[in-house]
Every structure is written in structure tokens, then in C-alpha cells.
């Protein structure tokens, strides 16, 4: 049987709902290279393309795609705080915020 080499750098996250903060998308693939995004487009399109099979496909089975959020202004959350000004409670809070789609955040002091 012949292998396949898959570029696992390559991701398509397949058959899914895109929100672009203007509109949705359904049924539509979105292709990332390098953690970045390449292409946004619809599975039929997607289906049609011959470079396909050399990434790493995730059928998202119609789940929703958002880019990440980024929380410019927060306190704390589960406990964790700014007020104390440690770096296990910035730490704490990192790992936390991506369970709510938050990417990046600004840390505010009271």
C-alpha cells in the first residue's frame, strides 16, 4: 500500500460554519499553513482541489469557526486576579480564557 505524506503544518478544517463578524458562512473549508490562515472556501470548491489529500483534514461536522477573541479589558477569572500582580494568576487566567474563544488578552490592574 502506499503512503501518503500528509504536511501536518497544513490544516483544513472541514465542513463547517464560519463567522466573519459581518456574516456566516456554511459548509465551508477553512485552510491554515504555518498557523495562518490561506484560504476560506466552500467544501464543494474544497472537494474539487487535487492538493487535498496532502493535508491534515478535521471534518468539524458543521461546528462553528470564529477567529479568536481578544479581551481587552478583564480583572481575573476562576479565582485568578490582576490584583495580586503574580505571574501564577496571569498564568492561571491564560489558561482559562481559550475554554470562551479568548486568544489574547490585556491583563487590567484595578
Known amino acids: 500500500m502506499e503512503e ?18 459581518i456574516t456566516s458562512i456554511e459548509e465551508c473549508t477553512v485552510i491554515m499553513s504555518g498557523g495562518k490562515i490561506e484560504n476560506v472556501l466552500s467544501n464543494r470548491r474544497f472537494d474539487k482541489l487535487e492538493d487535498r489529500s496532502s493535508s491534515h483534514l478535521i471534518n468539524v461536522q458543521g461546528r462553528n469557526i470564529s477567529p479568536g477573541l481578544i479581551d481587552t479589558h478583564i480583572h481575573g477569572i476562576y479565582g485568578y486576579g490582576t490584583e495580586d500582580c503574580s505571574v501564577e494568576s496571569i498564568l492561571g487566567m491564560s489558561r482559562h480564557l481559550p475554554e470562551f474563544g479568548v486568544t489574547s488578552f490585556i491583563p487590567t490592574i484595578y
Open 4 to 21: 501518503i505524506e500528509t504536511d501536518l503544518n497544513r490544516i483544513c478544517l472541514y465542513n463547517g460554519t464560519v463567522f466573519t463578524g
